[in-house]
């Protein structure tokens, strides 16, 4: 058992990260033409759990998978456990203990997890981390560590110096987190206005808007190095360990580049110097690296082959009737309203198919299929427009406008008489949190309205009696028509947020 640490004085909540599940990672490697370790049956260890609020939505989604989360904090660990049982999630074992002292006989492990560590403990934890996934990885597993990264941690590097030199004398963790804040806004303010620094410097500061204890474990915490991308891989590769990709890799892998810079970038032989360059160019400032074991075989890139193991899904529809074979524009609408306006035929009809069959998942070659058949010529897709079609899909998924999955996410997809949410979606909710969906791949920023309606999907209550108490819950504030009891109902369902 570990003694008091600084998260025992002021709680930092934790939360689920999309791109720290093992859904997200298991995707991101098929495409590099890694075969992933099925998710429902896969043994999942966390390095620096927390409270538990990334790993019990995981444990839930998986119940026959086995979880384990460990943290140096005790006062975390207790939170962790009681969040798990007040959702009801059996398959999740937390411990208090240092990365450290990690056994060596934990056996293996299909994904390990580590988000907002690495960075910010001593260098022989780190070691440990590298270490741990090293000897605990199975042979076909996968590693995620975040952390904080140069060229980007150059510039946080000067907040924190602010905020450590300010608060040096001051041993009150919350008077500590008050001048911290005050005197990063005093600071910026004193920036002469319109000027780079100061809009440089005030988006920074805007990241710690709404969190003391971001403020406390992040610009004040006792450490916090950054590293160059190439420094880490080559400790991890001192371990037999490789880089997969970045989760989130397709602003990375296809970015918004000019030709020249893309040519350029293609001729270099080693991905690893153009994952650097890349940092560089985007003066990237946090990393989340995807590892397997050094022996695996990798694509290079995405491609169609790679697209052929993976399922998409998009709630895009023409929000109009239009021709989708011919280079008129055609506006589509997703479930959250959001808009895409595109008029070329390939683009077009990937979006209505997709749209035709949400709220389920397509496989990119029954996908392919369906546009070569409505783009009404004989002749299958060629490689130049394939290739265009790859690139499409990467950057809608970077963008939000569809989503791939490893393996496609399976719920319920009707509304039932007594329809129930989740228990942990009850519980965030209840905490005024993002709702995690669909498989814990994702979130659903909910607003008050929708959070209240989801604290009462309990299952005892038809759409009468529901309707009813969701009008009352909300204090005559709001009187929510059947109609939007239907659509909220539907997008919930269409996000996996109710169960059978």
Known sequence: MSGPTPYDELRYPGKFYP??????????????????PPLAVSRILE?????????VPIAAAYPQASCLGIDSSAASIARARDYAERAGVRNCVFRAEDVRAFPEDAGRFDYILVHGVYSWVPEAAQQAILSIC????APEGLAYISYNAYPGGHVRQILRDLTVFHTKDIADPAEKVRE???????IVGAMPPNTLERQLFARLLGAYNDSDALIRYDLLAEENEPVYFLDFME???????????????????????????QRWLEAIPDRLVREQYLDFIGCSGFRQSILCRSNRALEARPSAATLAQVHLRSSLRPAAEGDLTDESAVTFRDAFGRELTCSEPVPKLLYAQLGAAYPAALPYPQLREQIEARRGSDAPLDALTEGKLVSLLLQSEDTGALEMYAEPPSFPLE????????AVARLQAERGEALT???????????????TLVGLLDGSRDSVRLLRDW??????NAAPHPDALERALRLLAGQGLLVA
């Open 134 to 137: 090293a000897r605990h990885l």
């Open 19 to 36: 791109q720290a599940a093992p859904s997200r990672i298991a995707t991101a490697a098929a495409l590099f033409g890694f075969p992933p």
């Open 235 to 261: 400790g991890a590769r001192a371990l037999g360990l490789q880089f997969v990709a970045e989760s989130g890799f397709a602003a990375r892998e296809r970015p918004r580049l000019p030709e020249p810079v």
């Open 47 to 55: 390095l620096g759990c927390g409270e538990g609020g990334h790993l």
């Open 415 to 422: 509304v039932a008489t007594q329809p129930r949410a989740s």
């Open 471 to 476: 009008q009352r819950a909300l204090g005559g």
């Open 437 to 451: 969906v669909r498989g814990a791949s994702g979130l659903l920023a909910a607003d008050a309205t929708l959070r």
């Open 180 to 186: 911290a804040r005050q005197v990063c806004e005093f």
